[in-house]
Structure formats: structure tokens, C-alpha cells
């Protein structure tokens, strides 16, 4: 990777991909575009940011085109709740800008990252140890969207032989970007309630088992995955990863080992619910080791503690 487009810079992982991509590769090497505002909100000469809608094919060729990118990180999409309330205007900027995505990487050779997810799974999928290959049939808008998405990019490899690779990923926790409009972003949202009140309200069930990862531990899988070897890759795209697997009550608890006094309480939303119930309760991501030496760093107990920290510093509480 010499030159890097971020599409939906400004999102949950977009923010802190951006961030490290810089970090790894210089802050000139990485463009980060965002469609609502400025990527980074605070531009520099040093680090280029543009205003893209990914629906806009002409924008995003001039883009890749313009800047030389030989690598893009497509981020850009709707969450899994707000797809539901928008299923429409959600199909438009999952399917459509993700093929744009494509067709431009197919012009101008370039590797693309397709981030997708537990949302990609269904009921009828196994719960536990989920495999790498299995049924898919998923009952949101938002996981269509991502299985179309996985096979759109298979077919770019083996139709053109565009790089495209990608995860799925579980639910994402981060200190940094706010949630988006995720079934799981109640596993965000309680650290900042907590500090701040010591009480939080949670849309979930508490004994709603979901798999989760922290933010480090999914920015270095996205890297990692597209430094790999290309022969080692037998899947390529829609490799699972996971890091730990709890519940809305299991994470109360281990707040409380840090904040005693505080309390949670269940209000459940129906939508919410009914996703989170059709994900798995843990993945099986063998085969993410196997190729390409995946391996997380935090578990529940690292990642409390780290939020915790990073939240209060955040919220000026100390």
C-alpha cells in the first residue's frame, strides 16, 4: 500500500483507521473522504481530506484517479439500525456505493477492504463456534447488504481480479468515534453513561450474548489483513474474527469492578432485539489465524479497563 482512500472517514472505524493508516504509511499517503462533514474535522496541509458521496462514481474515479490510490478501505455505509428505518436510502449507499468502490479499484488497480459482519448471519446460522463457511440468511436490510457485499466482492476477484479482502466483524467498541446506529453500540454507550451518571438504560436483554472486539484489535486486523501474503488467502473476503463474547449483564459486572456504585436497568427495543437475536453468540475465526496470523490482544477484562480510563479522561471527570 502506497496511496490509501477511506471512505466513510468520519464513521465508528473510519476515525481510528484514518488515524493509524497515517501513523503507518505518512499522513500525505492517506485520504480520508466523508460525506455528512470533514473527515478529521480538523484539516491540515499535511493530510488530505475530501467530501465524497461513494453514490457518486464520477467524484470517487477523480478521487482515486487524481491522488493515485492503489488501495482503498470502504467504510462508508448505514449501521444496522438506521438501515431498518431506512431501508431504502440503506441499500443505495451499501450496494451502490460499494460497487462504485469496485468498478473504480477495477480502472485504476486497486486493492480494495470490504468491512463486513455478524450482521451477515441469521438465525438459521449456529450460534456458537460459527463457521468461517456456513448458511447465511440474514433478516435485516443490513445484512443482505453485507452478504451481497461479500459476494460482489468475491466476483471482482475471481471476474477481474481486483484484490478485494475483508473481515467480519463482530461488535465494535471505541473510545474515540460515537456510536453510529448499531445493534451492538450499547456495549459504547455505557461507558460514557457510566462515568458520567453511574446509571445507563439498556436496549438489550441482559443475558444477550453477542460477540465484540475493541477497536485496536479491529484496526489491526484490517491492516494486517491487507499486508498478508496474497498466496496464503484461501478466503480472501469475509474472513471471521472475534476477540471476546458477552452480555449487556456480564459488561455491567465488570464495570461495577471499577465503578461499584454503578446500575443498569432493561428497556428493551424490539428492532434492536430482534437483530441482535438473529447474530451469533461467538464466531469461529480458525481460519483468519490460519492465514494470515489473526490474533487480538484485548480481552473483556483489558478492554474495561482501558475504556474506563480513556472515557473519564475523555469527560474531563478526574
Not at 83 to 101: Q, S, Y
Not at 159 to 169: E, H, N, P, S
Not at 272 to 284: C, E, G, K, L, T
Request: net charge neutral; aromatic share 10%.
Amino acid at each position: 500500500m502506497k496511496k490509501i482512500l477511506v471512505t466513510g472517514a468520519t464513521g465508528q472505524i473510519g476515525v481510528e483507521l484514518t488515524h493509524t493508516l497515517r501513523e503507518r504509511y505518512g499522513a500525505k499517503n492517506v485520504v480520508a473522504t466523508g460525506y455528512n462533514r470533514h473527515p478529521l474535522n480538523e484539516p491540515t496541509q499535511t493530510e488530505p481530506n475530501c467530501r465524497l458521496d461513494v453514490r457518486d462514481i464520477s467524484s470517487l474515479n477523480q478521487i482515486v484517479k487524481n491522488q493515485q490510490c492503489d488501495t482503498i478501505f470502504h467504510l462508508a455505509s448505514l449501521l444496522s439500525a438506521v438501515a431498518e428505518e431506512k431501508p431504502l436510502e440503506a441499500w443505495d449507499i451499501n450496494m451502490n456505493g460499494l460497487i462504485n468502490v469496485l468498478e473504480s479499484a477495477r480502472m485504476y488497480q486497486c486493492a480494495v477492504f470490504f468491512p463486513s459482519s455478524i450482521g451477515a448471519f441469521g438465525p438459521e446460522t449456529p450460534s456458537f463456534s460459527t463457521p468461517q463457511d456456513t448458511i447465511q440468511r440474514p433478516k435485516s436490510l443490513y445484512g443482505i447488504t453485507k452478504v451481497s457485499g461479500e459476494l460482489l466482492c468475491d466476483y471482482y476477484f475471481h471476474r477481474y481480479g481486483v484484490d478485494t479482502r475483508g473481515l467480519r466483524y463482530p461488535g465494535l467498541i471505541s473510545n474515540k468515534a460515537l456510536p453510529g446506529g448499531g445493534t451492538t453500540d450499547y456495549a459504547v454507550d455505557i461507558f460514557y453513561a457510566a462515568v458520567k451518571n453511574q446509571h445507563y438504560e439498556c436496549f438489550l436483554r441482559a443475558d444477550t450474548q453477542l460477540d465484540m472486539m475493541y477497536m485496536p484489535d479491529a484496526i489491526n486486523a484490517a491492516i494486517k489483513l491487507m499486508e498478508a501474503d496474497s498466496a496464503r488467502l484461501k478466503h480472501r473476503n469475509a474472513f471471521n474474527v472475534t476477540a471476546m463474547s458477552f452480555t449487556p449483564g456480564q459488561l455491567a459486572a465488570e464495570i461495577q469492578q471499577y465503578l461499584p456504585k454503578f446500575t443498569i436497568n432493561y428497556n428493551i427495543d424490539p428492532v434492536r432485539q430482534a437483530i441482535a437475536d438473529s447474530w451469533p453468540r461467538q464466531m469461529d475465526d480458525s481460519a483468519a489465524q490460519a492465514e494470515w496470523d489473526w490474533q487480538p490482544k484485548y480481552d473483556l477484562s483489558a478492554m474495561v479497563k482501558d475504556m474506563l480510563e480513556q472515557i473519564t479522561i475523555k469527560l474531563n471527570k478526574r
